[in-house]
């Protein structure tokens, strides 16, 4: 059946009605579709959530990485014993990045696997340990911790992290204690 013409238009043939057969056979094949999109899609990573640490300054920084090398939600943090570096040492800081996180998740937000390098003890303080630390520790001191952090054997960091928690810890028991109610 031939559709009359208007001025300017093309023929159109009308298409016969589906058949029930074709109707089913694209709903079986659209079905088939999604089921293996929605397994494939739960098996391959989508994205990375990563982090790193830096074993000689204790800061941060994390971001989301997507496919094709696209970096979101980038965040720098930076340390009070980076910042204290920046000023007092004429040579560039040497950072030695080391992984704290590297989760991979699918598109549904479940992770998939998780990895990371083994970053020192740094790690698990807090700031106002190294705020607290830099303000009452001569300046010679700290530079003689980024140098053990750098350089030292990983019993010399461990030693030196420890020496630096417990006089941190006390500066910061000292401080809450001088703090009026």
């Not at 705020?131 to 030693?159: A, M, R």
Request: proline content about 5%; glycine content about 6%.
């Amino acid at each position: 059946m031939v559709e009359p013409a208007g001025a300017g238009q093309r023929l159109r043939r009308a298409r016969p009605p589906r058949s029930a057969k074709e109707m089913k056979q694209r709903a079986i094949i659209i079905i088939l579709a999604l089921v293996i999109f929605s397994i494939i899609s739960s098996i391959f990573p989508f994205y990375t959530l990563k982090a790193y640490h830096s074993d000689t300054t204790a800061s941060h920084k994390y971001w989301t990485q997507w496919p094709f090398g696209i970096k979101t939600n980038y965040i720098y943090g930076e340390s009070a014993f980076e910042a204290f570096l920046k000023e007092n040492i004429d040579e560039p800081i040497d950072y030695q990045w080391v992984s704290s996180r590297g989760t991979k998740k699918n598109i549904y937000g479940a992770v998939l696997v998780r990895a990371h390098g083994r970053p020192n003890g740094l790690l698990g303080y807090q700031s106002e340990f190294f705020d607290v630390w830099i303000e009452h520790t001569q300046e010679d001191q700290i530079i003689s911790f980024y140098e053990t952090l750098k350089n030292g054997t990983p019993e010399d960091v461990e030693l030196a992290i420890s020496g630096f928690f417990e006089q941190s810890n006390l500066l910061i028991n000292k401080h809450w204690q001088n703090q009026p109610e």
